[in-house]
């Protein structure tokens, strides 16, 4: 079974002595449960592995009794400590509560539970964890699947990855793209939106929200003003409500929108959005195009590439606490511009849809980034940079 590198830090974490729980959180279907239960299948301690969803009623109060059922177990075959591991946790009403009171009643008693909480929710995860948990936990963030995981996991090449994107589940069924679609619709993106989203934030105007999606999947890599998507768009609001939701969609790591590089903040948030998908799985869903098709036509192959390396730089960027950018300015641009610290670096990308404009000189002239970075013809072959993270090019 194929191990992602999240695996070793948690087991490396349950091996150290009672400390703060570990949230495990991520977009929907990258594998956050089975890696919880391969590292549960690795350590040495004994354990208990629950998911919410066995709660009557779903009722909050099951927390308490699970958590004294592992109490119970302890004591009765002398454990000097357990795992606790409760899925789908989101699924409770006030679960942080319950999850808080037990977890400083094991303080005060010196019992030594270590706790795994996670969920299909990232969004009703955070939510959580902000209400009353605040320095008891730390988060484990599982993204997308890279490249280098989907070829090692499923002999996926490279042109299948920009396509196809990174969603194990969708793997079986590359060679039945209606299949390979409606997996991705019915099983990621309605219970993203459905589930994750419209359950957890304050949205008023729902079909919008999904109009945003689908609109900003279609133009991923695309820059899209909020004047210029509220014409797009049936019942669109103000540009308040545009940029709200927008940020509740980059929340669930389904869809971003990159701001223009600027030397001060208030230029960076007054910018107009570029749209970017945290998965190019999303946008070959929604943009309905076959493969054959874009693979064949060299201008909308490069869309897709453009979008697949600002995904792959969204994925990174929590991982390794970077920001992304992009930056233009009158008919010059830069795709991406990576900032860590003081520190950027400029990424462009050559490909069927243009050559490389002058924008990366007046950049490098005018900013000084740490590197300049081209991407596929006469430069990094997208292989090779896809096979990395961007913060090795910072050394």
Known sequence: MFVRSEYQTLLARMQEPRGY???I??????GKSTMVAQVLDAVQQPFLSVSAEEAPNSDPKWISSVWMQVRQLMHLHNYDEMILSIDEIHKLPN??????????????????IKVILLGSSRL??????????????????????SYLEMKEAFGFNLEQYIYYGGYPGGARFVNNESRW???????IIEPAISQDVLLTKRIYKPALLRQLFDLGCIYSGELLSNNKIMGMLQDAGNSDTITTYLRVL????????LRKYAADEARKYMSIPKYQVWNNAL???????????VFTNSELWGHWVESAIGAWLLSGSREYDYDVFYWRDKNEEVDFIVQMGNRVIAVEVKSGRRK???????????????????????????????SHNITEFFA
Do not use: C
């Open 250 to 257: 980059n929340e669930s790591r389904m869809l971003g929108g």
């Open 124 to 145: 009703m995860i955070m939510d959580g964890l902000t209400e009353s948990l605040a320095g008891r936990f730390e988060v484990i963030e599982m993204g997308h699947w």
């Open 25 to 30: 959180m991520g977009p929907r279907q990258v």
């Open 283 to 293: 946008l070959s869903a929604q943009k309905g195009s076959k493969f054959a098709n």
């Open 356 to 386: 490389t404009n002058s924008g990366i000189y007046t950049f490098e002239n005018k900013f000084h980034p740490a590197h300049t970075i081209i991407v596929g013809t006469g430069g990094i072959p997208i292989s090779d940079l896809l």
């Open 95 to 112: 679960w942080s509560e319950f999850v808080k009171a037990e977890y400083d009643r094991d303080t005060r008693e010196s019992i030594k």
């Open 181 to 187: 679609r409606q997996y991705i619709k019915e099983s």
């Open 21 to 23: 729980m570990q949230v």
